[in-house]
DNA sequence: AAAAAGAATTGAGTTCGTTCATTTTTGAAG
DNA sequence: CTTCAAAAATGAACGAACTCAATTCTTTTT
């Protein structure tokens, strides 16, 4: 079970993937080579091949572990969230966007987004999708759970509302990272006034 | 204004764009190299980055016409809207949809959007940003419409209302050309079921 | 304990996008 | 018609991701 073998193979695993999330963040993911990579991690380049599909791919195992991360402590909103619609929104939508760049630049999540359209197949990029179909799932929920506590309006197909609230906020955190300038208020604000709508139409009546 | 420099440059273009278009729909963005194109063009490798940034700002350009034109006959749906929303709604989006892969492959799609998240500050990379401000403020546009006709209920955010219906429809887009085997059939059902939420909500009293 | 099998590592080599010093072409001035 | 300067084209050279045949290291078998 724990032979050199496998031992090894976890350990270089793990070295790769600290170099790589500190390289990245530090010097950012365009400017660090596979060799820089490697050298830090000690191993050489073609070895860190065998362990990631790519460049790309080795970027998106760091983002999935973030949003791991996010899709955890969005699970303690959906257990207890406000009463009023779009402060339960606006609290979910909130924990995602803050954890975001406290790890991650918007450097990395712009090419790991862009990796996630265009090379959807790698071992992590899947990943990274069926994560972010968790993520819409808990938006569901969150709608399914206000529901349920007569917080939020029945009869209304929650699924469907929660995957236009999922879409739009994901579409508004890539123009965010799009733009280096852009201050998280900004998007926060955005996002409310958008929110606002449709938290009126899921008012109970 | 016309003189020989001039003519040639255009020219040159011209070839750029079309053996570019040709080649990267037969047999793919990723398979074609930058030589196969310059070849195809009748233009050195050198000479074809004196027109583009590089290969994605080409595809960018390539991808930048459809949308112009997808931009175009949305227009007359403004202009000519039915009295329902959810139908009204369902067409302009339609329209953009079918326009979509006329031209263009899932493939290239997947590359051009994967490039204006990645790289946002190229030429055409700037073009096509500001083309998707366009097509969502068209959208937008729709819905005044809709409520000056007294299609669609007053006293709602039509900015915002339009911006999510955009962000959505967009969103939507991207998981369709992530999966090469999805058919269009299915991307229209689930945007409708989303929109009709929507178009509940802005039903007239 | 030696040998065989097979799993994993290695780094030089390949490929392809991109750059840039040089050459060629164009249009203007004398 | 020559000359000159600016613009544009060229292709050899460069850099970085990725590949793969050869080698080294583990584990299993006898």
Redesign the pocket.
Known sequence: MT????R??AD?SRRILEAASRLFRDHGYGA?????I?QAA??????L???F????DLLLAIVSMEVEEVLESGKSVVAHPPSDVAESLGTLIGTYYDHSLYYLSKEMWRTAMAISIEAPGTPFSARYTALDGKLARQVCDLIREMQRRGYARIGIDADAVGQVVFNNLNQMFIEYVKQDDMPLSDLLRATARQNAILAEMLRPV
């Open positions: 032979g050199l073998r496998e090894q193979k270089r660090i080579r596979i060799d820089d490697a000690d191993v050489s380049a073609g070895t091949y065998n362990y599909a790519n460049k790309g």
